[in-house]
């Protein structure tokens, strides 16, 4: 292994070695890095939906609907709650896919009164195809990382994810 590469995180903690030496900075080096990635990572992810009209909590819509399995439809607060929306947030992602024509809205067998939201062909069709270059692009942003590496990376953070899940 060679030297290790410098970063805008390490200026940071330079600048606060200098001005606080007795400060021990290795959680916020790490905190930060995992801010930082989460940033640019994120903008590659969304470029994927960008290039079929898609914003992110939109993608997370259809996405739902499409891992419930067939029928491929959901109760619009059981939507919510799984991507943790408001009933509001809810309703106006649904009118703007239903608009693009990827979702309807139908009539609940069970009950008159209540609505499901259901998958179109033209929102299954899509979502098989921006689902397949959304792991394909996750795959390659993790493709600096070795087998092992990766595998380290998701029992740490999920180690770091039930603790602060568990607050």
């Given at each position: 292994?060679?030297?290790?590469?410098?970063?805008?995180?390490?200026?940071?903690?330079?600048?606060?070695?200098?001005?606080?030496?007795?400060?021990?900075?290795?959680?916020?080096?790490?905190?930060?890095?995992?801010?930082?990635?989460s940033?640019?990572?994120?903008?590659?992810?969304?470029?994927?939906?960008?290039?079929?009209?898609?914003?992110r909590g939109e993608?997370?819509?259809?996405?739902?609907?499409?891992?419930?399995?067939?029928?491929?439809?959901?109760?619009?607060s059981?939507?919510?709650?799984?991507?943790?929306?408001?009933?509001?947030?809810?309703?106006?992602?649904?009118?703007?896919?239903?608009?693009?024509?990827?979702?309807?809205?139908?009539?609940?067998?069970?009950?008159?009164?209540?609505?499901?939201?259901?998958?179109?062909?033209?929102?299954?069709?899509?979502?098989?195809?921006?689902?397949?270059?959304?792991?394909?692009?996750?795959?390659?942003?993790?493709?600096?990382?070795?087998?092992?590496?990766?595998?380290?990376?998701?029992?740490?953070?999920?180690?770091?994810?039930a603790?602060?899940?568990?607050?």
């Open positions: 292994m060679g030297a290790k590469k410098v970063d805008a995180v390490d200026l940071i903690e330079t600048q606060w070695h200098r001005e606080r030496p007795d400060l021990d900075l290795e959680a916020m080096a790490i905190i930060g890095r995992l801010g930082r990635l940033l640019v990572a994120g903008r590659q992810i969304e470029s994927v939906f960008a290039a079929h009209g898609l914003q993608f997370d819509v259809i996405a739902a609907l499409r891992r419930s399995g067939e029928p491929y439809e959901l109760n619009p059981v939507l919510a709650d799984t991507l943790m929306l408001s009933r509001a947030g809810m309703t106006g992602r649904l009118d703007r896919l239903e608009q693009a024509g990827l979702v309807r809205r139908i009539a609940d067998a069970g009950d008159r009164r209540a609505v499901r939201v259901a998958l179109t062909d033209r929102g299954l069709q899509l979502i098989d195809l921006v689902i397949t270059e959304h792991v394909e692009n996750e795959t390659r942003i993790l493709s600096v990382l070795s087998a092992k590496d990766r595998k380290d990376l998701d029992r740490i953070t999920r180690l770091l994810l603790d602060l899940e568990g607050e």
